[in-house]
């Protein structure tokens, strides 16, 4: 059974940081893109970053590069997302998701309908 869990989420203060944790497990890594997504209140899930483990190439959003970071912990099964210089306005509940790989790469890194697999969400409030 394909779980991913994800943890970290809380309250923050403008320009603040928070660590998101993502916990996988039931499927392979390399055969999958593990990305973060993030929704807003009445809006569609947008994409923030995405790691191809088999290649180790990172994607991000233009609107939080040079901000968050995403990583993966491969013995642990785990990918983190490390934001920092947070934003009132990036208040939002923040998904973990993981889509076939040769999918994901070929129709679009934030195509949603292309993610299989998605957590629960954790919220992140960023006050101001």
């Known amino acids: 059974e394909v779980q991913l869990v994800e943890s970290g989420g809380g309250l923050v203060q403008a320009g603040g940081s928070l660590r998101l944790s993502c916990a996988a497990s039931?499927?392979?890594?390399?055969?999958?893109?593990i990305s973060w997504f993030r929704q807003f209140p009445g809006k569609e899930r947008e994409g923030v970053s995405a790691?191809?483990?088999?290649?180790?190439?990172?994607y991000y959003a233009d609107a939080v590069k040079g901000r968050f970071t995403m990583s993966t912990d491969n013995a642990q099964n785990a990918v983190y997302l490390q934001m920092n210089s947070l934003k009132p306005e990036e208040t939002a509940v923040y998904y973990c998701?993981?889509?076939?790989?040769?999918?994901?790469?070929?129709?679009?890194?934030?195509?949603?309908?292309?993610?299989?697999?998605w957590g629960q969400g954790t919220q992140v409030t960023a006050s101001s």
């Open positions: 039931g499927f392979r890594f390399d055969d999958y893109v």
């Open positions: 790691m191809s483990s088999r290649d180790g190439r990172i």
């Open positions: 998701a993981a889509g076939q790989r040769n999918l994901v790469l070929r129709f679009g890194i934030w195509v949603l309908s292309k993610y299989d697999y």
